[in-house]
């Protein structure tokens, strides 16, 4: 395998609001300290000031407008038109009919775990273009209710899909516990799939080869290997070189997750960092991402996971990363934009 990336961390971007200075978290639509009413700004990836009509004005004079779907699914995000909607929304192809009762209680919960994987996405530098941009190579989502159809989450040509049901956690809990695995939440699921989308975009011509020496030859039949998953279970000692049983059914799941756990562990540090609960140091001091995993992560998740046992409840973070993963990560890792050989 080739020279791996250096590891830059991720400018860390914590809220405040701006007429009060009171901290703000990421989907707040008023601000609790002074009553002013909030928008997210992508462009300046803040949370900024509206006014009675919804309107924030930016430094270049142009006039943006709360989302149209602040109501339906509790989008705070910022859009060009008045009356329109944000660029978040607007990955959304399918969502609940409005008679879909079941369907838009679930909604908000999944437009949620969606707004926060763009703005992580945007953190770390990786392009998002949506279908209506780049019909061929843009990214969409399809919110679907169970309700009424079978629902099967995943990734096809661009195309996200995921079940609503999983946003009640008493069903997820269900799903998570017949498959008997460690963690299973919405966002996860936006990870892992989002994970197929950039595999399918970023993973070609020079970096075929690398990739399949990590994760194996994805070529072979994916339902033939699923059907073989299910029926024979993860091969004796998968845990030596894979980060989840459900990793170990094609090489296609194996990159999807590695790639929600490089998302799950960038996000979780930059979170900690903001707070003040660890240090993410310069670039010289870690090298490669697997230098951040182990002299950040690992002592970081051990501590959370003892944290969360002193509230009698699961370890945060149920997982060992084995020397196998860590190489994986950091060829995940090496596709961010900017980093270099």
Known sequence: MGARAVWKAPDVKAFACRQCGNQLYFDNSVCVACGSNLGYSRAERAIVPVD?????????GLVWHVCKHLNLSGCTWLAPLEGGQCFSCDLTRTRPSDDDLVGLVNFPVAEAAKRHLIVELDTLGFPVVGKDTDPENGLAFDLLSSVAENVVIGH????????????????????????????????????????????????????????????????????????????????????????S?????????????????????????????????????????????????TGVWVPLSVALNQINRSMGKEPLYPFVIPTRVLDKLDFVASLAPGRSA
């Open 156 to 243: 096809e040509d661009g195309v996200i899909t995921i079940d609503l049901a999983e946003s009640d956690v008493a069903y997820r809990e269900k799903v998570r516990s017949k498959l008997d695995e460690p963690y299973r939440t919405m966002l996860g699921h936006f990870r892992h799939e989002v994970g197929h989308y950039y595999e399918w975009q970023l993973v070609r011509d020079d970096l075929i080869a690398p990739c399949r020496e990590l994760f194996g030859d994805e070529s072979k039949d994916y339902q033939a290997e699923i059907d073989r998953h299910y029926s024979e279970g993860p091969p004796p000692g998968w845990e030596q070189s894979y980060i």
């Open 245 to 293: 049983t459900y990793a170990t059914m094609h090489p296609f799941e194996d990159f999807a997750e590695t790639w929600a756990h490089y998302l799950h562990i960038c996000d979780t540090i930059q979170t900690a960092a903001e707070f003040g609960l660890t240090t993410v140091g310069p670039i010289a001091s870690f090298g490669q991402f697997r230098n951040v995993v």
């Open 52 to 60: 009675a009509r919804g309107r924030y004005v930016d430094a270049a």
